[in-house]
């Protein structure tokens, strides 16, 4: 006994001296599931995550280069941080897409921060003791080290980086150049082991996800069909895939769709604009007529997945009838839901060299779009009132309102008012808005 109380001392003395590492993540889920990465990575070093600046002897700020605002926003926060950290020996590592795009601005308003590029997280144990100021940045990135799973329903994994677009309104492509994709054995496994530790949701991300395998020789066919054979019940979601590269390989993609219990009937499949002229001056690699082909196709073999799209208003060029042909195509392709967004000059992109188009008509452009989608998303939903359908439940959402949130097949967000998070059940949908469900519990399901 008095050996236990011995250790238990040692062991309360070791976790007082661990180094604590508090991030900080802005941005899409990619950036999240790396800066698991480099918490995986620090862990292995000895690094304890803690929740708060305060308790920090390492600070990661994980940037996102995507919009102006969040840029202004991160610059604010950094030099924020200066301020608090003001005569404390706490290092500052500022890494993500900013990092890389923006070095002299983060270096005038943080001059001791360390900048690592999103090439280079898997780097991070090696520059914790760099001089202030230094870049870390990589042509070349490398991508071997998954996040650990830390618990909860919900796995992030990070399955590739990179895209071989060039659009040009785009500041990823900035950051991250080329296409680097884990080895899809490493995704199996780690996928496996989180199944058997509790996950139930497995969310696949990247900057493109229908681009995974190119540099090894395989495709997300294969690493779907893979992930389709790991034991137990658990639903995976597939993170936003390009049309043309979804279109290279969506006999097999179809194919996997239709035969997996597991995957989220659910497709993330950025459209950007409904006018062939505008498509060419953002550079994308499809036309408006290839890309309603694809959805009609993905609608026709799978009738009841959720298609989700991205499109920009006000890009340079974007005249009323392209403005209108845009408006025309989602009403036709009854989007189950449009991220409407407005556009942003972002730096060293061809777009911001462009004749700019005015705010006030972005904005009623947004407006006006986003009142179609909701329509359209609407009808889409309201189809499914008086139908029972599986879903996960998650716990997101709405907890104030007394709701709990799930997840249907096709990735609808379906409030109920009493429900067991992290089991199955079967869902008798009672209402609908344009963005959510609202239903009960009929049973669970195992
Ligand atoms: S394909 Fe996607 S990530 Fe790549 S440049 Fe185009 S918008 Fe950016």
Same mark, same amino acid.
């Given at each position: 006994?008095?050996?236990?109380?011995?250790?238990?001392?040692?062991?309360?003395?070791?976790?007082?001296?661990?180094?604590?590492?508090?991030?900080?993540?802005?941005?899409?889920?990619?950036?999240?599931?790396?800066?698991?990465?480099?918490?995986?990575?620090?862990?292995?070093?000895?690094?304890?995550?803690?929740?708060?600046?305060?308790?920090?002897?390492?600070?990661?700020?994980?940037?996102?280069?995507?919009?102006?605002?969040?840029?202004? +926003?991160?610059?604010?926060?950094?030099?924020?941080?200066?301020?608090?950290?003001?005569?404390?020996?706490?290092?500052? &590592?500022?890494?993500?897409? @900013?990092?890389?795009?923006?070095?002299?601005?983060?270096?005038?308003?943080?001059?001791?921060?360390?900048?690592?590029?999103?090439?280079?997280? =898997?780097?991070?144990?090696?520059?914790?003791?760099?001089?202030?100021?230094?870049?870390?940045?990589? $042509?070349?990135?490398?991508?071997?080290?998954?996040? !650990?799973?830390?618990?909860?329903?919900?796995?992030?994994?990070?399955?590739?980086?990179?895209?071989?677009?060039?659009?040009t309104f785009?500041?990823?492509?900035?950051? +991250?150049?080329?296409?680097?994709?884990?080895?899809?054995?490493? &995704?199996?496994?780690?996928?496996?082991?989180?199944?058997?530790?509790?996950?139930?949701?497995?969310?696949?991300?990247?900057?493109?996800?229908?681009?995974?395998? &190119?540099?090894?020789?395989?495709?997300?066919? =294969?690493?779907?069909?893979?992930?389709?054979?790991?034991? #137990?019940?658990?639903?995976?979601?597939? #993170?936003?895939?390009?049309?043309?590269?979804?279109?290279?390989? @969506?006999?097999?993609?179809? $194919?996997?769709?239709?035969?997996?219990?597991?995957?989220?009937?659910?497709?993330?499949?950025?459209?950007?604009?409904?006018?062939?002229?505008?498509?060419?001056?953002?550079?994308?690699?499809?036309?408006?007529?290839?890309?309603?082909?694809?959805?009609? +196709?993905?609608?026709?073999?799978?009738?009841?997945?959720? %298609?989700?799209? $991205?499109?920009?208003?006000?890009?340079p060029? =974007?005249?009323?009838?392209?403005?209108?042909?845009?408006?025309?195509?989602?009403?036709?392709? !009854?989007?189950?839901?449009?991220?409407?967004?407005?556009?942003?000059p972002?730096?060293?992109t061809l777009g911001s060299?462009m004749?700019?188009?005015? =705010?006030?008509?972005?904005?009623?452009?947004?407006?006006?779009?986003?009142?179609?989608?909701?329509?359209?998303?609407?009808?889409?939903?309201?189809?499914?009132?008086?139908?029972?359908?599986?879903?996960?439940?998650?716990?997101?959402?709405?907890?104030?309102?007394?709701?709990?949130?799930?997840?249907?097949?096709?990735?609808?967000?379906?409030?109920?008012?009493?429900?067991?998070?992290?089991?199955?059940?079967?869902?008798?949908?009672?209402?609908?808005?344009? %963005?959510?469900?609202?239903?009960?519990?009929?049973?669970?399901?195992?």
């Amino acid at each position: 006994m008095k050996w236990f109380g011995v250790r238990y001392k040692i062991f309360e003395f070791l976790l007082l001296v661990m180094p604590k590492v508090y991030v900080e993540t802005y941005g899409c889920w990619l950036n999240r599931a790396e800066s698991e990465v480099m918490i995986t990575i620090l862990s292995r070093l000895g690094y304890e995550v803690c929740s708060s600046v305060d308790e920090a002897d390492l600070i990661i700020v994980n940037t996102c280069a995507v919009r102006s605002e969040t840029e202004n +926003r991160i610059l604010k926060r950094l030099s924020e941080l200066r301020r608090v950290l003001e005569g404390r020996s706490c290092r500052v &590592i500022v890494c993500g897409c @900013l990092a890389r795009v923006r070095p002299a601005s983060i270096l005038e308003v943080f001059p001791d921060a360390i900048l690592l590029d999103p090439n280079s997280i =898997e780097r991070i144990g090696e520059v914790l003791n760099l001089e202030p100021g230094s870049l870390v940045f990589s $042509d070349v990135p490398t991508r071997d080290v998954l996040p !650990e799973f830390r618990g909860g329903l919900r796995y992030v994994v990070p399955i590739a980086t990179g895209c071989r677009g060039n659009c040009t309104f785009c500041i990823d492509k900035v950051a +991250r150049r080329a296409v680097r994709s884990y080895d899809k054995s490493l &995704i199996v496994e780690g996928v496996r082991r989180a199944v058997e530790r509790g996950a139930r949701e497995i969310f696949l991300t990247a900057q493109d996800a229908a681009v995974y395998g &190119i540099d090894r020789g395989y495709t997300l066919v =294969e690493l779907l069909e893979a992930i389709d054979r790991i034991e #137990g019940k658990f639903f995976v979601r597939v #993170g936003m895939m390009e049309p043309s590269e979804v279109m290279r390989i @969506l006999d097999g993609l179809l $194919d996997v769709f239709k035969r997996s219990e597991k995957l989220y009937r659910f497709f993330h499949i950025p459209l950007q604009s409904g006018d062939d002229r505008v498509l060419k001056l953002m550079n994308r690699r499809y036309s408006v007529a290839e890309y309603i082909e694809l959805v009609r +196709r993905i609608r026709r073999e799978l009738p009841d997945a959720s %298609i989700v799209t $991205d499109i920009i208003v006000g890009f340079p060029g =974007e005249d009323e009838e392209a403005f209108e042909n845009t408006c025309k195509v989602v009403k036709e392709l !009854e989007f189950d839901k449009v991220h409407v967004a407005r556009y942003t000059p972002r730096p060293f992109t061809l777009g911001s060299t462009m004749e700019q188009i005015p =705010e006030p008509v972005k904005k009623c452009r947004s407006r006006v779009l986003t009142i179609v989608a909701n329509e359209v998303a609407l009808k889409r939903n309201m189809r499914l009132v008086g139908s029972r359908v599986e879903v996960l439940v998650t716990g997101e959402g709405q907890s104030e309102r007394g709701f709990i949130g799930s997840r249907t097949r096709s990735y609808k967000l379906t409030f109920l008012k009493e429900a067991r998070v992290g089991e199955f059940a079967e869902v008798y949908i009672e209402r609908a808005t344009p %963005i959510y469900l609202y239903g009960n519990v009929i049973r669970y399901v195992h």
